[in-house]
C-alpha cells in the first residue's frame, strides 16, 4: 500500500469527488466524468487508494495526536486544529474553522467511499473482487461517520444511492438520529466482516482487512455502551487466528519498522523522503531540535506524567521525594531549574537533587520514558542541528535559554514544559525523513493494546473481573511494570470500580498522543469533570492556561456555513 499511494495525486485528478457534502460551490465540474473512469481493477485501485488518502487530511487522521490538546492528558499550544486552544478554553462558536473543515473533509471521505460503491459494480473484474471493493470502501465510510458522531453527534446520512453528479443542487437531508446513524454504520461493518480478506499480500499491507473491521466494530459498540456484542467482535480479533499480538518493544511502535509490526491493526500509511512525500506532519508535536525545527503545539500535561508508576507499581508522588512539592512553587523550581553561563549557552550548575531526579525517573514506568522526552535524564534526544546529528539535553532554567545548538531541546514557545518523544523523528531517521510535514512512521487507528484494554473494559462491565484483570496485565507485562494482584496491596484490584480506574490510567499511559483520551472521556462521563477549570501549568507550576467545558462540548456545533447552505439542519444544543 505505502507503494500505491504515491499514485493517489493522479487519482484524485480523475474522481469526481466533493470536497463536504454541503460545500457545492466546489463541486469540480471539471473533473473527468466518472462514467469515463471505471474501467478496469487498475481504476478500482486507485479508486480505492482515493478512499485512503482522506484519511491524510489534518482534519482526518493525519494528525489526530493533538486531540490529546482537548482532554487532561494534553497542553495545547496553537490554534485550531494544531492546539485546539479555542475550543479548550471555551472560546469557539459555531462559525469557528475547524469545526466546518473536519466536516466537510469527513464528509470528503464518505463521498469517495460511496463514488466507488456505486462504480465498481461496472468494472472489468470477478463479482468476488468487486464484493471485495465495496466491503472495503464501506469499512472506510464506517471509519469516517462514526468519526462525525463521535464529534457532531446525528448526522445525515448519504449512501452510494446519492449521486453527486445529479443530486449535487439538492443535497438538504435533515440530520438522522444517533441511532440511525449507528445502525448504518454497525451494517457497513457486518458487510466488511463478512467479505474483507484476513491479510493482503507485502504490496498491499495497510489496507483494511476482516480483524480490523471486527477491531472497529468492537469499538463502536463499546463507544455505545452494548458490552455483550462488543464482546463478540473484540474476541474474534483475539482468537480468530488473525496473527495479532503485542509488539515486545513498545517504543519501537512509534519508529520505522516497528510501526508495521503484528500489533498495529489498522494504520494511516505515511511516506518519508524527498520524492515521496507523503507523510505524517510531526511539526506539531516535534520541539525545536527536531528536524526541520517544530512547533510542539501539542505538550504533555504534569498530569499524564504524574499517572505513570513505579516499575513495581507503585503509585508516584512528588511529595515522597521532596516534601511540599505539591503546594509550593519555590520547591519546584529548586528541584527543576539550573543556572546557565553568562552568555545563556551551557549548564553551570544543575538543581542540587539532579541525581534523585534521574534516578526516579529510571524507576518509573519504561514506556514514559519512550513517550515524554524527561529533564536531566541520561537518555538524551536525538536531534537534527543545523543539518547533523545532535544529542539533545532537556534543562529548565527561570527564562530558559536552552537552545538546540548547544545541545539542548527547547519548547518552542518558550514554556518549560515536558515535551513528546513518541512519533518525533531521531535525527534524520537514517534519510527517511525530508521535510518536517512527512514523517514515514504510521500513524496508529487501532493497536492490538487497544483492543486487549477495550476487551477488558467489557468484561469488566459483565463481571468478568478476573478476564478483565488477565488482559490488562498483558499490556502491563510488555510495558515492563508489575501485575495487578501479585501481592502488595498497592496492586491490589478486586472490585469493578478499582479495575475501571486501573483501565483509566492504563488508556491513558499506553495512548498518549494517539488522540483517544478525548473520547475515552467522553464516552465515560469524565470529560468535563476532568478537563473544566484544568490549571494547564509547566513543571513548576506556572499556569499556562485554563480549560474550559460544558455540557454543550459533549458535542461539536454544527458548522454555521453548513447550516447557511443546508436550513435542514438543526444545531446541537446550547450552540
Same mark, same amino acid.
Given at each position: 500500500m505505502?507503494?500505491?499511494?504515491k499514485?493517489?495525486?493522479?487519482?484524485?485528478?480523475?474522481?469526481?469527488?466533493?470536497?463536504?457534502?454541503?460545500?457545492?460551490?466546489?463541486?469540480?465540474?471539471?473533473?473527468?466524468?466518472?462514467?469515463?473512469?471505471?474501467?478496469?481493477?487498475?481504476?478500482?485501485?486507485?479508486?480505492?487508494?482515493?478512499?485512503?488518502?482522506?484519511?491524510?487530511?489534518?482534519e482526518?487522521?493525519?494528525?489526530?495526536?493533538?486531540?490529546?490538546?482537548?482532554?487532561?492528558?494534553?497542553?495545547?499550544?496553537?490554534?485550531?486544529?494544531?492546539?485546539?486552544?479555542?475550543?479548550?478554553?471555551?472560546?469557539?462558536?459555531?462559525?469557528t474553522?475547524?469545526?466546518?473543515?473536519?466536516?466537510?473533509?469527513l464528509y470528503?471521505?464518505?463521498?469517495?467511499?460511496?463514488?466507488?460503491?456505486?462504480?465498481?459494480?461496472?468494472?472489468?473484474?470477478?463479482?468476488?473482487?468487486?464484493?471485495?471493493?465495496?466491503?472495503?470502501?464501506?469499512?472506510?465510510?464506517?471509519?469516517?461517520?462514526?468519526?462525525?458522531?463521535?464529534?457532531?453527534?446525528?448526522?445525515?446520512?448519504?449512501?452510494?444511492?446519492?449521486?453527486?453528479?445529479?443530486?449535487?443542487?439538492?443535497?438538504?437531508?435533515?440530520?438522522?438520529?444517533?441511532?440511525?446513524?449507528?445502525?448504518?454504520?454497525?451494517?457497513?461493518?457486518?458487510?466488511?466482516?463478512?467479505?474483507?480478506?484476513?491479510?493482503?499480500?507485502?504490496?498491499?499491507?495497510?489496507?483494511?482487512?476482516?480483524?480490523?473491521?471486527?477491531?472497529?466494530?468492537?469499538?463502536?459498540?463499546?463507544?455505545?455502551?452494548?458490552?455483550?456484542?462488543?464482546?463478540?467482535?473484540?474476541?474474534?480479533?483475539?482468537?480468530?487466528?488473525?496473527?495479532?499480538? !503485542?509488539?515486545?518493544?513498545?517504543?519501537?511502535?512509534f519508529?520505522?519498522?516497528?510501526?508495521e509490526?503484528?500489533?498495529?491493526?489498522?494504520?494511516?500509511?505515511n511516506l518519508?523522503?524527498a520524492?515521496?512525500?507523503?507523510?505524517?506532519?510531526?511539526?506539531?508535536?516535534?520541539?525545536?531540535?527536531?528536524?526541520?525545527?517544530?512547533?510542539?503545539?501539542?505538550?504533555?500535561?504534569?498530569e499524564?506524567v504524574?499517572?505513570?508508576?513505579?516499575?513495581?507499581?507503585?503509585?508516584?508522588?512528588?511529595?515522597?521525594?521532596?516534601?511540599?512539592?505539591?503546594?509550593?512553587?519555590?520547591?519546584?523550581?529548586?528541584?527543576?531549574?539550573?543556572?546557565?553561563?553568562?552568555?545563556?549557552?551551557?549548564?553551570?550548575?544543575?538543581?542540587?537533587?539532579?541525581?534523585?531526579?534521574?534516578?526516579?525517573?529510571?524507576?518509573?514506568?519504561?514506556?514514559?520514558?519512550?513517550?515524554?522526552?524527561? @529533564?536531566?535524564?541520561?537518555?538524551?534526544?536525538?536531534?537534527?542541528?543545523?543539518?547533523?546529528?545532535?544529542?539533545?539535553?532537556?534543562?529548565?532554567?527561570?527564562?530558559?535559554?536552552?537552545n538546540?545548538?548547544?545541545?539542548?531541546?527547547r519548547n518552542?514557545?518558550?514554556?518549560?514544559?515536558?515535551?513528546?518523544?513518541?512519533?518525533? @523523528?531521531?535525527?534524520?531517521?537514517?534519510?527517511?525523513?525530508?521535510?518536517?510535514?512527512?514523517?514515514?512512521?504510521?500513524?496508529?487507528?487501532?493497536?492490538?493494546?487497544?483492543?486487549?484494554?477495550? !476487551?477488558?473494559?467489557?468484561?469488566?462491565?459483565?463481571?468478568? !473481573?478476573?478476564?478483565?484483570?488477565?488482559?490488562?496485565?498483558?499490556?502491563r507485562?510488555?510495558?515492563?511494570?508489575?501485575?495487578?494482584?501479585?501481592? @502488595?496491596?498497592?496492586?491490589?484490584?478486586?472490585?469493578?470500580?478499582?479495575?475501571?480506574?486501573?483501565?483509566?490510567?492504563?488508556?491513558?499511559?499506553?495512548?498518549?498522543?494517539?488522540?483517544?483520551?478525548?473520547?475515552?472521556?467522553?464516552?465515560?462521563?469524565?470529560?468535563?469533570?476532568?478537563?473544566?477549570?484544568?490549571?494547564?501549568?509547566?513543571?513548576?507550576?506556572?499556569v499556562?492556561?485554563?480549560?474550559?467545558?460544558?455540557?454543550?462540548?459533549?458535542?461539536?456545533?454544527? @458548522?454555521?456555513?453548513e447550516?447557511?447552505?443546508?436550513?435542514?439542519?438543526?444545531?446541537?444544543?446550547?450552540?
Amino acid at each position: 500500500m505505502k507503494k500505491s499511494i504515491k499514485y493517489i495525486s493522479s487519482v484524485l485528478t480523475s474522481l469526481v469527488l466533493l470536497s463536504g457534502c454541503y460545500d457545492l460551490d466546489q463541486y469540480p465540474a471539471d473533473k473527468v466524468n466518472s462514467g469515463s473512469f471505471w474501467q478496469d481493477e487498475a481504476d478500482a485501485q486507485e479508486g480505492m487508494m482515493g478512499v485512503y488518502a482522506a484519511m491524510k487530511k489534518d482534519e482526518v487522521f493525519s494528525i489526530y495526536y493533538t486531540r490529546d490538546c482537548l482532554s487532561d492528558i494534553g497542553i495545547g499550544l496553537n490554534w485550531g486544529l494544531y492546539g485546539f486552544i479555542e475550543v479548550a478554553q471555551g472560546q469557539s462558536n459555531s462559525t469557528t474553522g475547524l469545526y466546518k473543515s473536519v466536516w466537510q473533509r469527513l464528509y470528503d471521505g464518505i463521498a469517495r467511499a460511496n463514488t466507488l460503491i456505486t462504480n465498481v459494480p461496472s468494472v472489468d473484474m470477478s463479482d468476488d473482487l468487486k464484493t471485495q471493493y465495496q466491503a472495503e470502501a464501506r469499512f472506510m465510510r464506517a471509519l469516517y461517520y462514526n468519526e462525525l458522531l463521535n464529534l457532531y453527534g446525528g448526522v445525515p446520512l448519504y449512501d452510494e444511492t446519492t449521486s453527486i453528479e445529479k443530486e449535487y443542487d439538492n443535497m438538504y437531508k435533515t440530520r438522522n438520529t444517533e441511532a440511525e446513524v449507528l445502525d448504518f454504520i454497525l451494517k457497513d461493518l457486518e458487510n466488511a466482516c463478512t467479505y474483507l480478506p484476513k491479510t493482503w499480500d507485502g504490496g498491499n499491507k495497510g489496507r483494511a482487512t476482516k480483524g480490523a473491521a471486527y477491531a472497529l466494530k468492537g469499538k463502536i459498540l463499546l463507544y455505545a455502551k452494548q458490552y455483550a456484542e462488543a464482546t463478540k467482535a473484540l474476541e474474534e480479533v483475539r482468537n480468530g487466528g488473525y496473527g495479532y499480538a !503485542l509488539n515486545p518493544d513498545y517504543a519501537e511502535l512509534f519508529k520505522p519498522g516497528g510501526d508495521e509490526s503484528s500489533e498495529m491493526i489498522f494504520a494511516v500509511q505515511n511516506l518519508g523522503g524527498a520524492s515521496t512525500a507523503y507523510g505524517m506532519p510531526v511539526h506539531y508535536i516535534a520541539n525545536r531540535a527536531s528536524y526541520g525545527g517544530c512547533i510542539n503545539c501539542l505538550v504533555p500535561s504534569v498530569e499524564l506524567v504524574d499517572m505513570y508508576e513505579y516499575k513495581d507499581g507503585r503509585p508516584f508522588d512528588w511529595d515522597e521525594l521532596f516534601p511540599g512539592f505539591s503546594t509550593n512553587k519555590s520547591i519546584k523550581e529548586k528541584v527543576f531549574y539550573s543556572t546557565f553561563d553568562e552568555k545563556g549557552q551551557y549548564v553551570a550548575a544543575y538543581p542540587e537533587n539532579v541525581d534523585k531526579l534521574r534516578k526516579m525517573y529510571s524507576e518509573r514506568d519504561p514506556r514514559m520514558e519512550s513517550t515524554i522526552i524527561l @529533564p536531566y535524564t541520561e537518555n538524551l534526544y536525538k536531534g537534527w542541528v543545523n543539518n547533523a546529528k545532535k544529542d539533545c539535553e532537556m534543562v529548565l532554567a527561570p527564562s530558559n535559554p536552552a537552545n538546540e545548538t548547544y545541545g539542548y531541546c527547547r519548547n518552542a514557545f518558550g514554556h518549560n514544559t515536558y515535551l513528546y518523544r513518541k512519533f518525533t @523523528p531521531e535525527y534524520d531517521m537514517d534519510g527517511l525523513i525530508a521535510d518536517r510535514f512527512h514523517s514515514p512512521v504510521n500513524f496508529p487507528i487501532i493497536r492490538y493494546a487497544d483492543v486487549l484494554l477495550m !476487551l477488558a473494559e467489557c468484561y469488566n462491565e459483565t463481571s468478568n !473481573l478476573s478476564g478483565a484483570v488477565e488482559l490488562i496485565n498483558q499490556v502491563r507485562e510488555r510495558a515492563g511494570i508489575a501485575l495487578l494482584n501479585s501481592g @502488595p496491596a498497592y496492586l491490589s484490584v478486586t472490585t469493578k470500580d478499582l479495575v475501571f480506574e486501573r483501565i483509566q490510567k492504563e488508556r491513558a499511559v499506553e495512548f498518549a498522543a494517539e488522540g483517544l483520551r478525548f473520547y475515552d472521556l467522553k464516552r465515560w462521563g469524565l470529560y468535563i469533570s476532568k478537563t473544566n477549570g484544568q490549571k494547564q501549568t509547566d513543571l513548576v507550576g506556572s499556569v499556562l492556561s485554563t480549560k474550559v467545558t460544558e455540557q454543550k462540548n459533549m458535542y461539536w456545533p454544527i @458548522p454555521q456555513e453548513e447550516r447557511d447552505m443546508n436550513p435542514n439542519l438543526t444545531q446541537n444544543a446550547s450552540w
